[in-house]
């Protein structure tokens, strides 16, 4: 997963930060690819455990409804920081299991989602 995410990475724009955690939010493993923004590094980190701190919520399924006067406001500031924008995406088992999450940082919102998915289609 973390290779086929590293190898779309040029082909669809910037390098960038690459993190797969575990179920449990615990990070299993990490790229930083060369030249990519080091403010980054923590954004990744951090949409990937938003994704499993919430079961399997995208991270960008959070953005609308933690804007000022949603019902959510303000939880990004929860659990030591979330990121509720795109680019953490649910790693999953053919039963729809959660196995963990994927979280890219250092393109535009578009770019990390495309190269989490094509992490996660690294795995079909």
């Known amino acids: 997963m973390l290779n086929a995410a590293v190898e779309a990475a040029p082909?669809?724009?910037?390098?960038q930060n690459i993190a797969i955690v575990d179920p449990s939010g615990t990070l299993l493993a990490f790229i930083h690819m060369d030249n990519s923004y080091l403010g980054s590094v923590e954004i990744a980190i951090k949409k990937a455990r938003t994704c499993v701190l919430?079961?399997?919520?995208e991270?960008?399924?959070l953005l609308v409804a933690s804007q000022p006067g949603g019902p959510l406001w303000g939880i990004q500031e929860t659990n030591g920081g979330l990121v509720v924008f795109g680019g953490g995406l649910p790693i999953r088992d053919g039963q729809?299991?959660?196995?963990?999450?994927?979280?890219?940082?250092?393109?535009?919102?578009?770019?990390?989602?495309?190269?989490?998915?094509?992490?996660?289609?690294?795995?079909?």
């Open 11 to 15: 082909k669809i724009g910037p390098p």
């Open 54 to 57: 919430f079961n399997g919520i």
């Open 59 to 61: 991270s960008a399924d």
């Open 96 to 124: 729809g299991r959660m196995l963990g999450a994927i979280g890219v940082s250092g393109g535009s919102v578009d770019e990390d989602i495309k190269v989490a998915q094509a992490g996660l289609d690294g795995l079909k």
